[in-house]
């Protein structure tokens, strides 16, 4: 896993504990060489982007009970993979995120410019 810095430089903040999120599921958007998909994102879920993440073949708000999923739902926060991050933001459906809740790993694939106009804790 990487060190958990936060996009701007500072320590990573929780993003999610209920649900529980990350790619391991310890509430952070941590990352690391094993998170192909850089789920590095901690987005604010809209009942409009979720709408949209679903139609552009990413579920993320229907429950998996199978694998003790409840879904994500309209208010909550997520971890988001990075490749799904930008293609919302092409498509011009990107969801506001929490910086100070998303990992750096995410500028990989991003600009910081870009992540701060999504920002809504700066």
């Known amino acids: 896993m990487y ?3 936060n996009a701007l430089g500072g320590k990573l903040e929780p993003c999610s504990i209920d649900p529980l999120t990350g790619f391991y599921r310890d509430g952070l958007c941590n990352s690391g060489e094993d998170n192909p998909g850089v789920h590095a994102v901690c987005i604010y879920a809209t009942q409009e982007f979720l709408e949209y993440s679903k139609e552009a073949g990413n579920d993320i708000s229907t ?43 995410i500028l990989q694939l991003i600009d910081l410019e870009t992540l701060k106009k999504y920002a809504i804790d700066l």
């Open 3 to 5: 060190e958990p810095i």
């Open 63 to 105: 429950p998996l009970p199978q694998f003790n999923f409840p879904g994500v739902k309209a208010g909550q926060s997520w971890c988001l993979s990075g490749p799904r991050f930008v293609q919302a933001v092409k498509d011009g459906m990107a969801p506001h995120i929490f910086i100070h809740s998303t990992h750096k790993a």
